[in-house]
């Protein structure tokens, strides 16, 4: 099975900063990586997928790169919306793992 | 409007079984891949199976097959879960969530369904 570790686990920020979540899988995914939102009682939402294409209604500031093992997830200025948990996930094959989450809280 | 109604919280004995349901709106539900989350309180979202277009079988993640069966009736747009033999460790939120294939993202979600397992 294939593992997605994210890093770091958790951290804090302010509006306006820059911020950069890893995630890294145990072997080549051929970027099949998606990213979600989560904030509390609601279900995940779509970020991006393919590693680096934007989902329809999401906001430019969110971007992601990468590729082979490696992918990353920035927001380029961290918005009062953006504080939430964010999870990478790989659908290169099954089981379709998830990262274990970023959690991105208020400095 | 695309979008997945899921059925109301559910509370259950460990030994039961639950049975979740996913109503699909504004598109058809043998069009797509639909794949289950779950979340337990205040851990991370972990994939239970989703059903492979291609092959027309549903795929399980190794942890819960023998004890989850995932069905849909194309009659009513409906997906089902259900989970047997539950125990505490089960107690989670469930999600139902659509992809356009199999190895894809999930794009669309459902609301979550509650399911406490407690004595």
């Known amino acids: 099975d294939i593992q997605m570790t994210q890093s770091p686990s958790s951290l804090s920020a302010s509006v306006g900063d820059r911020v950069t979540i890893t995630c890294r899988a145990s072997?080549?995914?051929?970027?099949?990586l998606n990213w979600y939102q989560q904030k509390p009682g609601k279900a995940p939402k779509l970020l991006i997928y393919?590693?680096?294409t934007l989902q329809s209604g999401v906001p430019s500031r969110f971007s992601g790169s990468g590729s082979g093992t490696a992918y990353t997830l920035s927001i380029s200025s961290l918005q009062p919306d953006d504080f939430a948990t964010y999870y990478c996930q790989q659908s290169y094959n099954t089981p379709l793992a998830f990262g274990q989450g970023t959690k991105v809280e208020f400095k | 409007q695309v979008q997945l109604v899921q059925s109301g919280a559910e509370v259950k004995k460990p030994g039961a079984s639950v049975r979740v349901s996913c109503k699909v709106s504004g598109y058809s539900l043998s069009d797509v891949s639909m794949h289950w989350v779950r979340q337990a309180p205040g851990k991370g979202l972990e994939w239970m199976g989703g059903?492979?277009?291609?092959?027309?079988?549903?795929v399980y993640a190794r942890e819960f097959q023998g004890r989850v069966t995932m069905t849909e009736d194309t009659s009513t747009n409906t997906a089902y879960m259900e989970l047997r033999s539950l125990r505490s460790e089960d107690t989670a939120v469930y999600f139902c969530?659509?992809?356009?294939?199999?190895?894809?993202?999930?794009?669309?979600w459902g609301q979550g369904t509650t399911v406490t397992v407690s004595s």
């Open positions: 393919a590693a680096s």
């Open positions: 072997q080549s995914i051929n970027n099949y």
């Open positions: 059903f492979d277009l291609d092959d027309a079988e549903t």
């Open positions: 969530a659509s992809a356009v294939e199999f190895s894809s993202y999930l794009d669309v």
